[in-house]
């Protein structure tokens, strides 16, 4: 229910407003890579403004998320070991002997 309340609030407006740009920024736009020479055709890539958006945008989510990967590296880590813990701990319990009952219960009458 909740993914569909994010889809529904987050992601469809979000695609309305990507198209909306897409749509509005069609023209051609240089982008160089060698800010001395900005007529260097070597260095220069002209593509749609929206392409380049989109371009910039796909690069801040890979790069967010692989932040977030590398600092929550130490949770992950943490939690292998913790898991190892009660594995190892399941395997100790398992390989025990139940132990002997202390007060065996004394026989009753023989009838």
């Known amino acids: 229910m909740f993914n569909r309340f994010v889809l529904i609030v987050v992601f469809v407006p979000l695609a309305v407003i990507l198209v909306a740009l ?3 920024n069609r023209e051609l736009v240089a982008f160089t890579f060698d800010p001395f020479n900005p007529g260097n055709p070597a260095l220069t890539v002209t593509l749609p403004l929206f392409v380049m958006l989109f371009l910039v945008l ?5 790069i967010g998320g692989a932040v977030t990967w590398f600092r929550q590296g130490r949770y992950r880590k943490l939690a292998r070991q913790r898991g190892a813990e009660a594995e190892n701990l399941r395997q100790a319990i398992a390989a025990t002997p139940p132990p ?3 007060n ?8």
């Not at 796909?58 to 890979?62: F, K, S």
């Not at 065996?104 to 009838?111: D, K």
């Open 58 to 62: 796909a690069i801040g989510i890979i």
């Open 100 to 102: 002997a009952p202390t």
């Open 104 to 111: 065996p219960v004394p026989p009753g009458p023989l009838a």
């Open 22 to 24: 897409a749509v509005a």
